[in-house]
T-cell receptor
């Protein structure tokens, strides 16, 4: 069983809908991540949060809006998505110590499979 | 970040050892070598990491060449559950840019009964 829980597991939405993906962890991790994975491709980083503050945005379009309301929760708000945004969205978390600059292993959820009609 | 090169796919037989190679000829002195794997329909899973010396844990062993330009992930007895995509990733311990992982294409390992 994964220690990072993502909901929903599957989501189908139209291009005009607004929806949110949710990620939760209770391991005391203070770094959380969103990755996007297209079929048969490796995961690609989207966002990094460290201590509830956005530290990295990999030039992701504004139709994806991350939010970290507290140290256990990470949301990804979706609005006006395109068909090419259909993918598996993975959340991960890790300890984050300045001393080792984020070398801690990342723990991944099993993702939300998103389909845009 | 320095790049890694892995074979696209490998096959093994159940209960036999598997050696998964990774080339990283441009590795810097501050790069750690990490391995993750992704089972079908699951998120990636951390396997092991090392800097210079060989490392062992309950999942696998990591053998690092003396010049650090290559490494090998060793599964001592492959099981059907080990069928997955294995990613070799370099992570700079100083200039890690917030802890991000940069995945390459990985090696898809299939295990035959």
């Amino acid at each position: 069983d994964t220690e990072v829980t993502q909901t929903p597991k599957h989501l189908v939405m139209g291009m005009t809908n607004k929806k949110s993906l949710k990620c939760e962890q209770h391991m005391g991790h203070r770094a959380m991540y969103w990755y996007k994975q297209k079929a048969k491709k490796p995961p690609e980083l989207m966002f990094v949060y460290s201590y509830e503050k956005l530290s990295i945005n990999e030039s992701v379009p504004s139709r994806f809006s991350p939010e970290c309301p507290n140290s256990s929760l990470l949301n990804l708000h979706l609005h006006a998505l395109q068909p090419e945004d259909s993918a598996l969205y993975l959340c991960a978390s890790s300890h984050y110590y300045l001393r080792d600059r984020g070398l801690q292993p990342q723990h991944f959820g099993d993702g939300t499979r998103l389909s845009i009609l | 970040d320095a790049k890694t090169t892995q074979p696209n796919s490998m096959e093994s037989n159940e209960e036999e050892p598997v050696h998964l190679p990774c080339n990283h000829s441009t590795i810097s002195g501050t790069d750690y070598i990490h391995w993750y794997r992704q089972l079908p329909s699951q998120g990636p899973e951390y396997v092991i990491h090392g800097l210079t010396s060989n490392v062992n844990n309950r999942m696998a062993s990591l053998a690092i060449a003396e010049d650090r330009k290559s490494s090998t992930l060793i599964l001592h007895r492959a099981t059907l559950r080990d069928a997955a995509v294995y990613y070799c990733i370099l992570r700079d311990m100083i200039y890690n840019q917030g802890g991000k992982l940069i995945f390459g294409q990985g090696t898809e390992l299939s295990v035959k009964p």
